[in-house]
């Protein structure tokens, strides 16, 4: 059951807006983010707002959670102005935020990191630990997650690190609770869970606004939506109004239809093709005695898309971090174009062997967020700059300009902050950067993670043209659309281990989830 069949909705007229902003907009050096938009927040409700990628749903956001100031405009909270100076603030009246990236202390533990700021303290401030393990339990019972409160965050996946997120909200008494991309991480076990919390708070009166570019979970879960486009509000809508293509037309101004790519149902590799990369017996041992990757064999040839499918924990990100060197293989041969590669390789030694990998987490491993778009593209290729003299500017300008007009990357000047880039924009300016190492094969890990359905295209039109060109491309995905429209087949993985290679025309969910459930085939298959 989903929350909208938990939850009728009663007359409108009786919605109760626990925060409204009227006129609101937000002016940068050189950029609109926000021009005269209007938005209201419903106590009880799912409030969806959506947009592409620099729409202005962040900065709308930031402006409710306190991080931002709006340039002009009115804000009210329960009916009295809003005028809060901090995200503190804001948490103080019960706002609170779960950013798209995450925001928190590796070093520190997960009960510790619930904390932060607000840590629990006795007589003489004497820090009450005990009391905060307690409620951090409570908290992930209540969410139905069996996370370790004293684990490090360092040694958490990137989707249990987002539940973290979420947690730490939700140790405070919220009545707004902003989620900006809270699925992106989760598997869908995990996302079914948190939409059934999601309904608990809204039958608590909780107000609910939900940032997301996944379009069928905002139909499943959302009571309202509210489209931005360029900083301008479009429309606003209930759920019996609203449909798929009602949210793509008014995001995009167009119908937006079709797979991914375009190719055919009965595609097959080309037999006379070269095998690029072949990975025999590969082995990764965990820090308790068991396998992270487990006996992973496959091979892949020239201009090939392959796609890997698997539940959270199914191995995907160990497999890539291990063929680009960040993971020690315990056995197995990785093999590049004909090279064997040593088990002990660094990831320079992999990098120059011919692969590349575009990391799931994008802002803490494929960026430097305090550098320029020229320097982030560039920076994996300085030695190809360096003269004697010192490094060759004009060469690496022309490369960096290549790279954004190939990518179809849009920014006003290269030398412009990476961050001040949209989601989709970053990710092509990560790829760029890979792509200039000139790799034989390109490792994506989820590339479209927090990106909207234009730019997502976008990407997949890319890899689609690489592949034409000669490059072996493979990519880890949760999304079943993108993994049914976007590969020639699909490596189904589950608990380390290879259970399906699927050729086009058997890519089905129902084979998909079958295989991702721990139904091993034989391994001739995969031979």
């Known amino acids: ?47 969806v707002l959506i947009g592409e990628n620099g729409a202005g749903k962040s900065t709308l956001m930031k402006i409710l959670a306190g ?14 102005p809003y005028d809060v100076a901090s995200p503190r603030e804001a948490m103080a009246l019960g706002i609170g935020i779960v950013h798209q990236e995450l925001n928190l202390f590796p070093n520190l533990s997960v009960a510790q990191n619930l904390f932060v700021g607000r840590e629990r303290r006795g007589i003489g401030g004497t820090l009450r630990r005990g009391e905060q393990r ?67 708070l809204r039958q608590q009166g909780v107000a609910i606004v939900y940032i997301s570019h996944r379009l069928e979970e905002l139909i499943e879960i959302g009571d309202t939506f509210t489209v931005l486009r360029d900083g301008a509000l479009i429309e606003t809508g209930w759920r019996d ?58 091979r892949v040839t020239q201009g090939e898309i392959v796609g890997f499918y698997g539940l959270m924990g199914a191995g995907r990100t160990e497999l890539f971090e291990t063929l680009i060197g960040l993971r020690r293989a315990s056995a ?10 040593a088990v002990g390789d660094d ?76 989601g989709g924009n970053q990710q092509k300016a990560v790829v760029g950067k890979n792509l200039l190492t000139e790799p034989k094969v390109l490792l994506l890990d989820e590339p479209t993670r927090g990106i909207d359905i234009k730019a997502r295209r976008e990407l997949f039109e890319i890899m689609d043209r690489l592949a034409r060109q000669g490059l072996t491309i493979l990519y880890a995905s949760s999304d079943l659309n993108e993994i049914t429209g976007g590969a020639d087949r699909v490596l189904v993985m589950a608990e380390g281990r290879i259970t399906a290679d699927l050729r086009r025309a058997e890519l089905t969910e129902d084979a998909l989830v079958g295989s991702a459930q721990v139904q091993r085939l034989e391994k001739d298959r995969l031979a």
Do not use: C
């Open 67 to 80: 991080i931002e100031r709006p340039t002009a405009g009115r804000l009210s909270f329960e009916g009295q």
């Open 134 to 200: 307690r409620i951090a339990r409570d908290v992930f019972e209540r969410m139905g997650q069996p996370i370790d409160v004293d684990a490090l965050v360092s040694e958490l996946s990137i989707g249990r690190q987002q539940i973290v997120e979420i947690a730490r909200v939700l140790v405070s008494d919220v009545r707004i609770l902003i989620l900006d991309e809270p699925t992106s991480s989760l598997s869908e076990d995990e996302v079914a869970v948190l939409f059934r919390l999601l309904s608990e």
């Open 347 to 422: 990831v320079a030694t992999r990098i120059a062997a011919g692969l590349a990998l575009v990391p799931e987490d994008r802002q803490r491993l494929g960026l430097v967020q305090s550098q320029s778009v020229a320097r982030n593209i560039a920076l994996t290729h300085l030695k190809h700059y360096t003269r004697v003299t010192g490094l060759d500017f004009g060469a690496m300008k022309n490369d960096v300009q290549r790279m954004i007009d190939e990518l179809l990357i849009k920014v006003s000047d290269p030398d412009v902050l990476v961050s001040a880039l949209s």
């Open 1 to 47: 059951m989903t929350g909208n069949e938990q939850l009728a909705a009663p007359d409108r007229a009786e919605e109760h807006a626990v925060f409204s902003a009227r006129g609101v907009s937000k002016v940068y050096p050189g950029t609109t983010a926000l021009r005269d938009v209007d938005f209201d927040v419903l106590a009880g409700r799912v409030n």
């Open 241 to 298: 109004q609203v449909d798929i293509p009602w949210l793509v037309e008014r995001m995009v101004g167009s119908r937006v239809e079709g797979p991914y790519r375009q190719v055919p149902a009965d595609h097959r590799p080309d037999p006379d093709a070269a095998t690029v990369l072949a990975v025999e017996n590969l082995q990764l041992p965990d820090a308790v005695g068991g396998r992270l990757l487990d006996d992973v064999s496959f």
């Open 332 to 341: 197995g041969r990785v093999t590049v174009a004909g090279r064997e590669l």
